[in-house]
């Protein structure tokens, strides 16, 4: 049984560093095209970035682009999100998903939430300025 479970989340200031962690269980994170989503109230759920297992090509929405790092352990089976330099505008619920969708060597990862079939209940992340 496929099961994703979010941790790591919580309350930090304007600047801050936050590493949130979703760990697997009942397949392989290697074998997937993988994401973490943000959503907050009133806004539709965005990817916030995303990984292609074939070939390791990553996305990152503009907001993060450069702040953000999402990283796989194949040992752990978890897949991480650093986030570095936070802005109250990042605060919302983080998601981790796992996409069924089949991606070519190289190519960029699916971002769109009907692309993915896996959801964690997520967890909460929130930056005070």
């Known amino acids: 049984q496929v099961n994703l479970v979010e941790s790591g989340g919580g309350s930090v200031q304007t600047g801050e560093s936050l590493t949130i962690s979703c760990k697997a269980s009942?397949?392989?994170?290697?074998?997937?095209?993988m994401a973490w989503f943000r959503q907050v109230p009133g806004k539709e759920r965005e990817a916030v970035a995303a990984?292609?297992?074939?070939?390791?090509?990553?996305f990152y929405a503009d907001s993060v682009k450069g702040r953000f790092t999402i990283a796989r352990d194949n040992e752990k089976n978890t897949l991480d999100l650093e986030m570095n330099n936070l802005k109250p505008e990042d605060t919302g619920i983080y998601y981790c998903?796992?996409?069924?969708?089949?991606?070519?060597?190289?190519?960029?990862?699916?971002?769109?939430?009907?692309?993915?079939?896996?959801w964690g209940p997520g967890t909460q992340v929130t930056v005070s300025a």
């Open positions: 998903a796992a996409s069924g969708i089949y991606r070519a060597y190289g190519a960029l990862p699916p971002t769109n939430q009907t692309d993915f079939r896996d």
């Open positions: 990984y292609n297992n074939r070939g390791g090509i990553t």
């Open positions: 009942g397949f392989t994170i290697g074998r997937y095209c």
